[in-house]
């Protein structure tokens, strides 16, 4: 079929089933797809003739949950495409029920959103909307959160002092002592001079000790 469609779009010509007659065609070709279709090309499962024919104009929409900013004008045109179709008023949107769609994953994009909010509208009863959104995200959330609790590593106040003053050590050194001034520890360090000479001077490092290596 691949094949088949180059042909079409390469030569301007097709035969319909059942012909031998070639036939001259004009068209234009918008194809739509989910899939990366540069990394179908490099597993060999799309031909790259092809490709690269479609790929005259892309458009890439990223999924909804990377443009969170959509969710909710999404949400309030369903709600009100789904109450006009049931002939029923729109039900009320709380910021609360908002907020549930904006921190929601959408694994199933714009589809899973229009479907949830058909559904909350179903049995919304008058009242204002509740969704019933599946758990991927507070589970997937709950994972996250129990899997960095896990690799925390705390540090107390004396070894947060000894690493600063071995950073400030290490970028005066570099710097031969220098803290203001281009190549001075404070840029070296991305801070500023005095904020930096204020840490010097209550870690009690001696700068002199730092000129001339």
């Known amino acids: 079929m691949q094949a088949k469609l180059l042909r079409v779009l390469q030569e301007g010509e097709v035969e319909r089933v059942g012909e031998t007659r070639t036939r001259k065609v004009d068209v234009r070709i918008i194809a739509a797809t989910n899939r990366d279709l540069a990394k179908e090309v490099a597993a060999g499962r799309f031909r790259q003739d092809l490709y690269y024919r479609l790929s005259v104009f892309p458009i890439e929409i990223p999924p909804l949950r990377e443009r969170p900013e959509d969710i909710a004008p999404l949400a309030e045109h369903f709600v009100r495409q789904a109450a006009r179709r049931m002939n029923r008023p729109a039900p009320r949107m709380t910021r609360a029920a ?6 929601h994953d959408w694994p199933g994009n714009v589809r899973e959103l229009q479907n949830a909010v058909e559904r909350a509208v179903i049995l919304s009863q ?3 909307l509740r969704f019933e959104l599946a758990a991927v995200s507070t589970r997937a959330a709950t994972r996250a959160g129990s899997a960095k609790e896990e690799t925390v590593n705390y540090s107390t106040r004396d ?3 000894r690493r600063e003053r071995e950073s400030i050590a290490a970028a005066l050194g570099k710097s031969g002592g220098r803290v203001f001034g281009p190549g001075g520890a404070a840029e070296l360090l991305g801070t500023k001079p005095t904020t930096l000479a204020s840490r010097i001077k209550a870690l009690g490092i001696v700068v002199a000790e730092f000129r001339g290596k």
Do not use: N, S, T, Y
């Open 98 to 103: 908002m907020g549930e769609l904006v921190a």
């Open 126 to 128: 008058g009242g204002p």
């Open 159 to 161: 070894e947060l002092k």
